[in-house]
Structure formats: C-alpha cells, structure tokens
C-alpha cells in the first residue's frame, strides 16, 4: 500500500527514505528499470509525495539487489513475481525456489543433450567434407557441402 506524504514531512534519520534515484544509484540499477519493477508488483514505494514522487525504505535495496541476483540464476522476472508474492504472503519461499531450480536443471540438461548431439553430427560432417574437393565456382551450386545436407534431410522428411 503507497501512502502519500506531504512535502513538509521530514522522514526520521534512523528511517531513511530513499528517492528512485538514489535507490537506483544504490543498486547499480536504472531508474527506468526501477520504475518497471514497481509496474510488475516486484517493488512498491512505501510513500509518493503530492508531487508524484516515489520514496522506498531502504529494505527496498535489498529487494532490489534480490531481483539481481535471481536473474543472474536465470530466473525470470515472472518466477521472480511469483518467489517475491509468495514471500509477501507471510509463507516461506525456498520451496518454491528449489522447484524452479529443479526445472531450470532438467531444461539445461536437455539443451545439454540437445547441444552434444549438434555436436556430433557437425564433427561427422567435418570428417565427412575434410578431403572433398572444392566446388567448380561456374557451377551452379552455392555450396555442394551444405547442398549435401539439405538433399539429405529433405529425403528423410518424405
């Protein structure tokens, strides 16, 4: 919930408010990128001026810094939605986390798997093609190498 403050409110020292600025200088983070956090419920000022600014406690550093963090594991900004909404439901989060951990690692696996197999098959190719001599340039192929390929894989398709 954002309350609004008036401009004579002086927040406490022990209680500093942070304008977006500042919380961006803070975090290493664009105001821009701030302002769009807030657009996906991943951060709320805890109060905005008659004047329209935004003003966070400094909790919101860590959050911030929290956000960062995640996304540097990969983690998308609606996982992270749902990790922050979890959390503010006043319910442990780290369950779901090791969830989406488990996911992320099943997925990388695959694309693991996925990438070894190009890799073989690209390695054939370079046994395959490492002594066939150069195309005539008046031919008309582009590149009989890769014509070879496409010949072959349009037949198996049939």
């Given at each position: 919930m954002v309350t609004t403050m008036k401009n004579t409110c002086?927040?406490?020292?022990?209680?500093?408010?942070?304008?977006?600025?500042?919380?961006?200088q803070k975090t290493d983070v664009a105001v821009g990128t701030i302002r769009y956090y807030e657009t996906l419920g991943l951060l709320e000022p805890?109060?905005?001026?008659?004047?329209g600014y935004r003003y966070y406690n400094t909790d919101a550093i860590k959050r911030v810094k929290f956000i960062k963090k995640a996304?540097?594991?990969?983690?998308?900004?609606?996982?992270?939605?749902?990790?922050?909404?979890?959390?503010?439901?006043?319910?442990p989060a780290c369950p779901l986390v090791r969830d989406l951990l488990n996911q992320k690692i099943a997925h990388l696996e695959n694309q693991i798997y996925q990438m070894q197999t190009l890799k073989a098959e690209l390695e054939t190719y370079r046994e395959q093609w490492e002594d066939k001599p150069l195309d005539d340039p008046y031919s008309q192929k582009l590149c009989s190498l890769?014509?070879?390929?496409?010949?072959?894989?349009?037949s198996v398709e049939k």
């Open positions: 002086e927040p406490s020292s022990h209680n500093k408010l942070l304008k977006i600025g500042e919380l961006a805890v109060h905005r001026s008659e004047s996304q540097s594991l990969q983690f998308s900004l609606s996982e992270i939605q749902q990790v922050l909404g979890v959390r503010d439901r006043g319910n890769i014509e070879q390929v496409a010949d072959k894989d349009i």
